[in-house]
């Protein structure tokens, strides 16, 4: 057979056994990104829980000793990871931002994104919902951002969590960038850590294996802790097969997020705290 003809065969073959043949952006660290992002709670906290702990002692894990937040409270460390700056925003409330973001970066080059919310209220909904499973309007990145709230298209592209196993199982369409926001249960923000910590070690091991091979999965936290004035960083977690294992202990914050996403798939900027940012480093 030719080359070209074995290629196809085999692509058949792999088709037929069920490996999903995904569509992803060649990236210079990563191919697809999976950043999940938890709420108040500091370092050594967070390393201390039974679960979170002992993640970072995965093979392929890379924990990051000094990644700070931008501001406080919640709400401007979500702005920030997507623009770049805080907006001047220092509260939870209601708040559209303007400007260019991470979203349009990754629109004018074509890579694909999602943003996957628990208790989504769905259809572009610019509402919050209540009870203890609350989804959270200021944790949302892309639905505070006017490029992406006033367009129907980009919007779409914010979609219940449950649309993630469906979305691993079927070729194409799970994006290149996802976000995946946990609800105020889940995310430790409502209840504490500690529950967070269980969810996590529940969704972890289910999600993990069924991303493609090429995945950064990043968990990292929006804050230390509520309304502390402090520096102590957030624990940020990078997981992957070309990550190189261990601890670093260079100064990064959230622009360093952006400016990571930013130079894997040549995105340019945003210009603002991303220009200088440093990205992390070890991803491959
Ligand atoms: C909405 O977003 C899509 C996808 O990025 C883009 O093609 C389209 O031009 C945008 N529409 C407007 C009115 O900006």
Redesign the pocket.
């Known amino acids: 057979m030719r080359s070209s003809t074995r290629l196809l065969a085999l692509a058949a073959f792999a088709a037929l056994l069920g490996f999903p043949s995904r569509v992803s952006a060649a990236g210079k660290w990563f191919d697809n990104l999976f950043v999940i992002i938890m709420e108040n709670t500091d370092l050594s906290t967070a390393t201390g829980l039974s679960y979170m702990g002992k993640l970072t002692k995965r093979p392929d894990a890379r924990l990051y000793t000094n990644y700070q937040c931008v501001a406080r409270p919640s709400q401007p460390n979500y702005i920030g990871m997507v623009y770049g700056s805080t907006f001047g925003v220092t509260d939870d409330n209601y708040v559209d931002v303007t400007g260019a973001n991470l979203f349009d970066l990754l629109?004018a080059k074509g890579i694909s994104w999602k943003l996957y919310a628990e208790n989504w209220p769905g259809d572009c909904s610019d509402k919050e919902t209540t009870g203890i499973y609350a989804y959270a309007r200021k944790h949302n990145p892309a639905i505070i951002m006017n490029s992406v709230r006033t367009?129907a298209?980009?919007c779409a592209k914010i979609v219940h969590a449950d649309q993630l196993a469906a979305d691993l199982a079927s070729p194409a369409t799970f994006p290149s960038v996802a976000f995946y926001i946990p609800n105020q249960w889940n995310d430790g923000h409502n209840f504490g850590i500690g529950v967070g910590d269980i969810w996590m070690s529940s969704f972890i091991p289910k999600t993990l294996p069924s991303l493609p091979a090429s995945t950064l999965t990043l968990i990292t936290f929006d804050e230390p802790g509520k309304n502390s004035a402090d520096t102590t960083p957030i624990y940020t977690l990078a997981i992957g097969a070309k990550v190189k294992a261990g601890t670093d202990a260079a100064a990064y914050n959230h622009y360093s997020f952006l400016k990571t996403v930013e130079e894997n798939w040549a995105l340019g900027n945003v210009g603002r705290g991303d220009v200088t940012a440093v990205p992390l480093a070890g991803l491959a």
């Open positions: 629109e367009n298209t980009r």
